[in-house]
């Protein structure tokens, strides 16, 4: 009854501490692949983001700052980005300069509404906005001709249509996606970025990578995307809350289950106690044997307990999977991750419980009387 109690105490802990960090890691992917950088770089002129656009070439980044940043700790991804005003068939339209290795992987990619993104290998191509398109009345593989702006004017690009992209921001979808290189030529910046995105991994870091980022390169404005990173972290902080609540609860009731058969077994070991105690055994020596018993079982408790807690966890992932209903084509998943951490935390809340609950009763035998002890029925 000891074991059992303990054991189901640690392991609803361990299922609810490994659903958290399940829903933890779902946050942290829906975020990501929502799009958008967590941390968005500029020159230390640039007041906004929208002055990027106008300030252009002359309001630039060391494109090396990349590698710099991606060295940080808790960095997941970093993407460099020139930004411009060209002419795009004689009309002028901003123009984003992109690597195509990193920019998915920070932004999430573009909401494609026809063709295809910019691929690694690719050169003289671009993805135009849908008013763009529209005004161009462009289809696909068609091509358009990019020139520079006064004193850049003399360069100029012809690009293949090779997919065409949709925000729902008007000033936004009259503009393009060129590879980066497209960009530095036609302003003839090389080695020049206007912005640097930063895609940390986990949104509780985003102010600390943000400060380093200010420590590192002082003469940089850094924006974050920190309304994003709150609400998740709030979220994540009260399911933890809530979830641990639940199994300490639960914990605290399989001691109370503890306590209970431990004052039995001391009633029924009375004479045994007496005996022990008329042989010389001292108060200290009875303390010892009863916290190690309940050293062991509270042991035996958490083993078993972290077992069925690992097991449980599986099958919660299976039976979510089975019997949710579906979003979209896609059925629901609940996935609970189980981390080292997490099963330390069980085994030990298991260990302590047990040590905790036995303390009374082991104070309780400790305390009797030789003479009384030997004399009980």
């Keep these: 009854m000891?074991?059992?109690?303990?054991?189901?105490?640690?392991?609803?802990?361990?299922?609810?501490?490994?659903?958290?960090?399940?829903?933890?890691?779902?946050?942290?992917?829906?975020?990501?692949?929502?799009?958008?950088?967590?941390?968005?770089?500029?020159?230390?002129?640039?007041?906004?983001?929208?002055?990027?656009?106008f300030l252009g070439s002359s309001a630039t980044l060391n494109e090396s700052m990349v590698s710099d940043i991606a060295g940080l700790p808790n960095v997941y991804a970093v993407s460099p980005q020139s930004t411009e005003v060209v002419e795009v068939n004689s009309i002028l339209a901003p123009i984003w300069g992109i690597d195509p290795g990193t920019f998915d992987i920070v932004s999430g990619g573009l909401n494609l509404v026809g063709g295809r993104e910019i691929a690694q290998n690719d050169t003289y191509v671009a993805v135009?906005?849908?008013?763009?398109?529209?005004?161009?009345?462009?289809?696909?593989?068609?091509?358009?001709?990019?020139?520079?702006?006064?004193?850049?004017?003399?360069?100029?690009?012809?690009?293949?249509?090779?997919?065409?992209?949709?925000?729902?921001?008007?000033?936004?979808?009259?503009?393009?996606?060129?590879?980066?290189?497209i960009v530095q030529n036609l302003t003839e910046s090389q080695g020049r970025v206007t912005s640097i995105l930063v895609k940390v991994d986990n949104p509780n870091n985003v102010e600390a990578v943000s400060s380093e980022i200010s420590g590192l390169f002082p003469d940089v404005r850094v924006v974050t995307a920190s309304t994003i990173a709150t609400q998740a972290s709030q979220l994540l902080n009260t399911l933890t809350v809530f979830f641990g609540a639940l199994g300490v609860v639960a914990l605290v009731a399989g001691s109370f289950g503890v306590i209970n058969t431990m004052l039995i077994s001391v009633v029924e070991r009375t004479k045994e106690i007496g005996t022990l105690k008329a042989i010389g055994a001292s108060e200290l020596t009875v303390l010892k044997m009863f916290i190690f018993e309940a050293v062991i079982l509270g042991c035996l408790g958490a083993v078993v307990g972290v077992a069925i807690g690992s097991a449980s966890s599986f099958i919660l992932s299976e039976l979510s999977f089975r019997l949710l209903p579906t979003a979209g084509r896609l059925p629901a998943r609940i996935s609970p991750v189980l981390t080292p951490v997490n099963v330390a935390v069980s085994l030990i809340l298991g260990v302590a419980s047990g040590v905790l609950a036995g303390l009374y009763p082991a104070w309780r035998a400790a305390r009797m009387k030789p003479v009384e002890a030997l004399r009980h029925g």
């Design 128 to 181: 135009l906005g849908k008013g763009l398109q529209q005004l161009f009345n462009a289809s696909l593989n068609d091509q358009v001709s990019l020139q520079g702006r006064p004193p850049f004017n003399s360069n100029n690009y012809n690009l293949a249509v090779m997919g065409v992209y949709e925000t729902g921001v008007a000033v936004t979808d009259r503009g393009l996606y060129v590879p980066i290189g």
């Design 2 to 53: 000891t074991v059992a109690g303990i054991t189901v105490g640690v392991a609803l802990i361990l299922v609810l501490l490994s659903l958290v960090a399940g829903i933890d890691a779902q946050v942290k992917s829906s975020i990501r692949s929502l799009g958008g950088a967590d941390i968005t770089v500029y020159n230390a002129t640039i007041t906004g983001a929208r002055q990027s656009f």
